[in-house]
């Protein structure tokens, strides 16, 4: 506790008067598997005598294409806070890391109890952010497993207090309206906890995003879904069958609204021509079980910036 409060000392000491610019990043990466089977895990087909013949080599190339477009959404920033799906274990995350040697990030995870054994992770700048405390938000589906929604309360370099929540919703897996309480459970996990931190602090900066598995919607009580603009305008970061839409959303808070701007992240190389529907559509590893090394993921990042005052 004692070496806690010192730390927190010494990151206020260094805290900004001025306005900063915070980029934060919400990004589906796409089955980033290690190529090694865990024996608790559903992860054979990510291993090199598997159906997508996942080896060491393939798996190091995508964490360094994911690595580059985190690059390149930052342009000459390190962003603030990146928020991760489809992270198979803490190795991938270390490895990941490994592949931003000049940005000072350090890491968020646990093991999440997906059958999949894909997980939701945080990587934050640890010169601009210092968590405060963090824990995970289990969601109770009756038996059937999914991931957990990672929470962080985090001090900025500008003295803001930041309230976090890092989510990778249940799939369609088995119809979108079979399927759909699963995401509403999720979502009174996030919204019981949204209620908490309000009451207490009306005013909080409140966080909230990751893949939602759902349409945009203002479905979050006290907070606005920055996605659903962008979703009636025909922007997304995910295309099913010609259409897009905004799987990954990012909801803020009313005390973020005015200071908050959202968008998907779009560049050329991540994206590859629609044959089938016209247009583009994101550039995934794999279609079907045959592989492109230039591939990054099925779904593009989406992204907010934050002005402080």
């Given amino acids: 506790m004692r070496h806690q409060v010192i730390i927190l000392l010494l990151f206020g000491f260094f805290i900004t008067l001025h306005a900063e610019t915070y980029r934060i990043i919400s990004y589906n990466v796409e089955n980033l598997f290690d190529a090694t089977h865990d024996t608790l895990k559903n992860d054979l087909d990510f291993t090199p005598t598997g159906k997508y013949r996942w ?43 490994r592949q931003l040697p000049s940005y000072p990030y350090a890491y968020l995870h646990r093991e999440s109890p997906d059958e999949r054994g894909i997980d939701v992770t945080v990587l934050y700048d640890s010169t601009r952010f210092h968590i405060l405390q963090w824990n995970i938000l289990p969601v109770p589906l009756n038996g059937d497993k999914t991931r957990d929604i990672l929470y962080a309360k985090g001090l900025t370099l500008s003295g803001d207090t930041l309230h976090l929540m890092m989510c990778h919703l249940p799939s369609m897996r088995g119809g979108k309206a079979q399927s759909e309480w699963k995401r509403q459970r999720a979502k009174q996990v996030i919204q019981h906890h949204t209620d908490s931190i309000l009451r207490s602090t009306p005013q909080a900066f409140i966080l909230v995003m990751g893949d939602m598995n759902s349409d945009a919607k203002n479905d979050i009580k006290g907070l606005k879904n920055c996605m659903v603009t962008l979703e009636k305008e025909g922007i997304g970061s995910y295309k099913w069958q010609g259409q897009w839409s905004c799987l990954d959303q990012i909801y803020v808070s009313p005390a973020l609204i005015p200071h908050t701007q959202a968008r998907i992240f779009s560049a050329d190389n991540l994206l590859t021509p629609d044959k089938r529907y016209m247009g583009k559509q994101p550039r995934r590893t794999f279609t079907g079980y045959r592989y492109d090394k230039s591939g990054v993921s099925d779904h593009l990042p989406a992204y907010l910036d934050w002005q402080t005052e």
Avoid: M
């Avoid at 964490?63 to 991760?84: D, S």
């Fill in 55 to 97: 080896t060491y080599t393939r798996f190091r190339h995508k964490a360094h294409q994911i690595a580059r477009t985190i690059c390149q959404i930052g342009r000459w920033e390190t962003p603030l806070i990146v928020g991760i799906c489809e992270v198979e274990n803490e190795n991938c995350v270390r490895q990941l890391i």
